[in-house]
Antibody
Framework: EVRLVESGGGLIQPGGSLRLSCAAS????????MTWVRQAPGKGLEWVST???????TYADSVDGRFTISRDNSKTMVHLHMNSLRAEDTAVYYC???????????????WGQGTLVTVSS | EIVLTQSPDTLSLSPGERATLSCRAS???????LAWYQQKPGQAPRLVIH???SRATGIPDRFSGSGLGTDFTLTINRLEPEDFAVYSC?????????FGQGTRVEIK
């Protein structure tokens, strides 16, 4: 059974940094691209970042230069390092698995339950 | 960026009725790279449809997807109590990948 469990969310002041983690199990982790998607309160889903099985990374313009996605295949984990956080980054952050290796033109076949990040002073 | 607009925002129906949800794209979604997800409060989103019309593993056949180009539809026949949720469409044809704002299917 595929399982994705996010952690690391919390309350952080504007300008601060946070690292989200996603622990994956139930599939051959290194063979699939992984993605972070967020959802601000009362809003729709927003793609944030994807890392391919080969470590190629892509970012939404809204987070490019501030967020960094990484993966640790030995621990089957994916991380999202978030710097220079803003109020508009407040959201539930979901980890999601892609059905293929590359992360291009992929839907997301499994999702975690999310972790809440609140950016506020 | 492809903007996806879903309609209606809320659909109030009774169990056993048919739900028809619309997703309209601001430009053509190539290769029908359009997915639908189901979200319930406190739960992980769940893939329902990919490739505009392919049901995901474990999704009952009362769910069907259709459409091409800029107009897509998710149909749920004979609504079951567990189908009441928010449904979001997602295009993965053109980066940045984008989502619709969601349609809430609620019990009338």
């Amino acid at each position: 059974e595929v399982r994705l469990v996010e952690s690391g969310g919390g309350l952080i002041q504007p300008g601060g940094s946070l690292r989200l983690s996603c622990a994956a199990s139930g599939f051959t982790f290194s063979s699939y691209a992984m993605t972070w998607v967020r959802q601000a309160p009362g809003k729709g889903l927003e793609w944030v970042s994807t890392i391919s099985g080969g470590d190629t990374t892509t970012y939404a313009d809204s987070v490019d230069g501030r967020f960094t996605i990484s993966r640790d295949n030995s621990k089957t984990m994916v991380h999202l390092h978030m710097n220079s956080l803003r109020a508009e980054d407040t959201a539930v952050y979901y980890c999601a698995k892609a059905p293929w290796f590359n992360g291009d033109n992929d839907y997301f076949d499994f999702w975690g339950q999310g972790t809440l990040v609140t950016v506020s002073s | 960026e492809i903007v996806l607009t879903q309609s209606p925002d809320t659909l109030s129906l009774s169990p056993g009725e048919r739900a028809t949800l619309s997703c309209r794209a601001s430009q053509s979604v190539s290769s029908n790279y359009l997915a639908w997800y189901q979200q319930k409060p406190g739960q992980a989103p769940r893939l329902v449809i990919h490739g505009a019309s392919s049901r995901a593993t474990g999704i009952p056949d009362r769910f069907s997807g259709s459409g091409l180009g800029t107009d897509f539809t998710l149909t749920i026949n004979r609504l079951e109590p567990e189908d009441f949720a928010v449904y979001s469409c997602h295009q993965y044809a053109s980066s940045p990948w984008t989502f619709g704002q969601g349609t809430r299917v609620e019990i009338k």
